[in-house]
């Protein structure tokens, strides 16, 4: 079973900068072969994928609304993975979960339904 716990929400003001922390509860030479994943839910709207990158680290899938703005990364020494969030806006109030996936998600990655563990979430609220 793989447990993953986030970190690092908090509120901000409109510009400002933040990163999350995920860590998993797994082998390190297991936790290396994850797909991982960042995804958010606001309130009244679906859960969206607003980063992801696969096991070798280097594949990393961005949607537009946060690309150039966000960035995800991880040290799988530490089993941990990160999402740096830049030039936050009050629309990127949400909150932000980290995924892992035991399948091949491809071009998929951002897709919710690719990912099989997650964690309980961490709050983001940007304020204008």
């Known amino acids: 079973q793989v447990q993953l716990v986030e970190s690092g929400g908090d509120s901000v003001q409109a510009g400002g900068s933040l990163r999350l922390s995920c860590a998993a509860s797994?082998?390190?030479?297991?936790?290396?072969?994850?797909?991982m994943g960042w995804f958010r839910r606001a309130p009244g709207k679906e859960r969206e994928g607003v980063a992801a990158?696969?096991?070798?680290?280097?594949?990393?899938y961005y949607p537009d609304s946060v690309k150039d703005r966000f960035t995800i990364s991880r040290d799988n020494a530490k089993n941990t993975l990160y999402l740096q969030m830049n030039s936050l806006k009050p629309e990127d109030t949400a909150m932000y979960y980290c995924?892992?996936?035991?399948?091949?998600?491809?071009?998929?990655?951002?897709?919710?339904?690719?990912?099989?563990?997650w964690g309980q979430g961490t709050q983001v609220t940007v304020s204008s």
């Open positions: 797994i082998s390190r030479y297991t936790y290396g072969s994850y797909s």
């Open positions: 995924a892992a996936s035991t399948e091949w998600v491809g071009s998929g990655a951002l897709a919710p339904q690719k990912y099989n563990f």
């Open positions: 990158i696969l096991p070798g680290g280097r594949a990393t």
